[in-house]
Structures are given as C-alpha cells and as structure tokens.
C-alpha cells in the first residue's frame, strides 16, 4: 500500500522560511518524478516545482523562482521543499505529488497525492 504524507506546513510572517518534507512508503521515489502543487481557497490546485528522476528542477510558478529550492533523497525516500522569503500569496495547503514519468505542472495524471500540508503567510 503506498502512502505519501507530507510534514512541515505551519504559520510564518511574510519574509520567514519553511521547509516541508515528504516521505513516501510502498513505492520507490527514484522511479518518480516528484513535485509539488498547490491550492488555495477557491482557487484550482496548480504546480509550484518539480523534481524529475535525474535531479533536473522544473518550475511552473515565475513568482517563486529564487525563493523556492526542490531536492530529493532517494536513499531515504525523501522530497524536500525550501521555501524562503515567503510571501501572503503563497498561502495554500502543499501537496506532494508522485508521477510515473516526466514532472507535469497539470494535476492530471499523478500517481500519488499526499495529504496536504497547511502553509500560512501572514503579512
């Protein structure tokens, strides 16, 4: 059974930093490219950043180039999300996603979703 939790979400004042984890069971990431999705209230859930199998960084939000960093560590199962210099507008609930293929900025076709994960900017 896979399971894909992710950790790390919490209130920050605008400027703060985070940095979610995700940890995946029942599956091996390295056969993924793993990302990151976001949605906020009334809004649809959209691609922040993605990772691919060979450790390529793909972006789909201009905004947060600079201020967010993807890595993985396969040995340990592991997605990373550093986010700096946050901002209001990043507020979302976080989702990682896994993808059997190329990372994708559309949610269709994930694999795997995790739960979510609550990020809170305040200004």
């Known amino acids: 059974q896979v399971q894909v939790v992710e950790s790390g979400g919490g209130l920050v004042q605008a400027g703060g930093s985070l940095r979610l984890s995700c940890t995946a069971s029942?599956?091996?990431?390295?056969?993924?490219?793993m990302g990151w999705f976001r949605q906020a209230p009334g809004k649809e859930r959209e691609g922040v950043i993605c990772?691919?199998?060979?450790?390529?960084?793909?972006y789909y939000i201009n905004s947060i180039v600079g201020r967010f960093t993807v890595s993985r560590d396969n040995t340990k199962n592991l997605l990373y999300l550093q986010m700096n210099s946050l901002k209001p507008e990043d507020t979302a609930m976080y989702y990682c996603?896994?993808?059997?293929?190329?990372?994708?900025?559309?949610?269709?076709?994930?694999?795997?979703w995790g739960q979510g994960t609550q990020v809170t900017v305040s200004s």
């Open positions: 990772i691919t199998r060979a450790g390529a960084t793909v």
């Open positions: 996603a896994a993808r059997y293929g190329s990372c994708s900025g559309s949610p269709s076709n994930v694999n795997y």
């Open positions: 029942g599956l091996t990431i390295d056969d993924y490219s």
